[in-house]
């Protein structure tokens, strides 16, 4: 949910999801488009992933993800 707040004071819309697996999902919009993340990993080591599989990073560099989140949606091309 970290990322969430982040991603909003940013100016991104966010939803979030709980799928049947029982896994965070948060869906972000940005300019027409749109991606999920998921957080994904085992013993003690989790990172935030896109359902694309990139690996954005660490669950503790949750500013860091924000921006490169938003960075990636910008510079999608059409």
């Known amino acids: ?6 991603l909003t004071e940013l ?3 966010v939803r979030v999801r709980r799928a049947r697996s029982g896994r965070w999902k948060l869906r ?6 749109s991606t999920t ?9 989790y990172a935030y992933v896109t359902t ?4 954005l990073g660490p669950t ?8 490169r989140l938003l960075w990636m949606l910008e510079r999608h091309q059409r």
Request: glycine fraction near 16%; charged fraction near 25%; include cysteine.
């Open 1 to 6: 949910m970290r990322l969430r707040h982040e």
């Open 11 to 13: 100016g991104a819309r």
């Open 28 to 33: 972000l919009y940005w300019r027409g488009w």
């Open 37 to 45: 993340v998921m957080c994904a990993g085992a013993e003690g080591t």
């Open 52 to 55: 694309h599989g990139q690996l």
């Open 60 to 67: 503790g560099d949750v500013r860091y993800i924000a921006r």
